[in-house]
């Protein structure tokens, strides 16, 4: 973590949440959300906590001091008719009181976006082999290298989006979704960071087959990105996150999906929101990338995709939702981050930590 008083974000070194955080009395140079988080992490901070005090025996975790925040830019003057993934010139202030906060202005980056068509039809193939191809190479890495963040437009044509959609739903009814947890979470505290429901899902459960074919498309493309990402080398993925906002007016504090060199190296929304409306529905994801006083808000839309890095570069948030919100998430793994982060233990618990194979390349691809 950095120094107090550097220019970098600041981070809670367990769950990654960079707001209310307080400091370790010790070292004074980590931060968490809260004592439990710190209590969590004493066993990974200790040793950096011990050398910053020139490696004096290990004591007791000293108590933690509030963090005093920095002062956050002033609001951005609504424009008329916002389209999404804008990109606004300052940061706003946080206003979680309705989905009327939304303060982007006119400024698009249209380089965020592409409309790519049909992936895949309603049967599951390709409708052209080389489509996915192209969109890696011609479009995902050098929007990746370039800003960190790319949006896909009907990704797998609204038929078959509809028909994900319907397999996320009929998965809803079956009450196997939980309340989200955070990486290592034991107890309730993460329901005040994030109001999500989520399940995970491999694909090949009963009643997934739709699910099935998005996460081989989503593969397809990774796999044509790998070699062209700078030094990543993916490898493999986490299982299928399927989360559910249940529209009660319930985000996620903005945070980092990997503060720690857990492995992930590339997060992969799908959302499956039909004629959402952001003025009335809420639930952008803000994306304020590292080092850029702009920010990225990016409207749930059915059959789009996101893609960023899902490291420090990319703090972003859930604002809050007030009509179901349904999204599939996928973490890639780099293969060298993530076998360096086994060894330290640094993955964590649950069904993140479990490394699933990219499917196999389809036929048509």
Known sequence: MQNPGSDRDQYCELCGKMEDLLKCGRCRNSFYCSKEHQKQDWKKHKQVCRESDNAQPAQPVQPIQPVQPAQPAQPVQPAPEPQAAQVSKKRPQQNRTGPSSRTPDSHQTTDLITSVGLCRSADGTNTKPSRIQNLALEYIVPCLRKHGICVVEKFLGEET??????????????????DGQLVSQRSDSSKEIRGDQITWVEGSESGCGRIAVLLS???????????????????????AMVACYPGNGTGYVRHVDNPNADGRCVTCIYYL???????KHGGLLRIYPEGKPQFADIEPKLDRLLLFWSDRRNPHEVQPAYTTR???TVWYFDADERAQAKEKHLTGTGEKGVRVDLNRPSDAS
């Open 161 to 178: 989006g509809l028909s994900v959609l319907q397999d996320v739903r009929d998965l809803h009814l079956t009450g196997l979704f939980t």
């Open 217 to 239: 498309c989503m593969d397809d493309l990774l796999r044509h990105c790998d070699g062209n990402l700078g030094n990543y080398r993916i490898n493999g993925r986490t299982k």
């Open 273 to 279: 929101n039909r004629d959402w409306d952001a003025e």
């Open 326 to 328: 349904y999204a599939i």
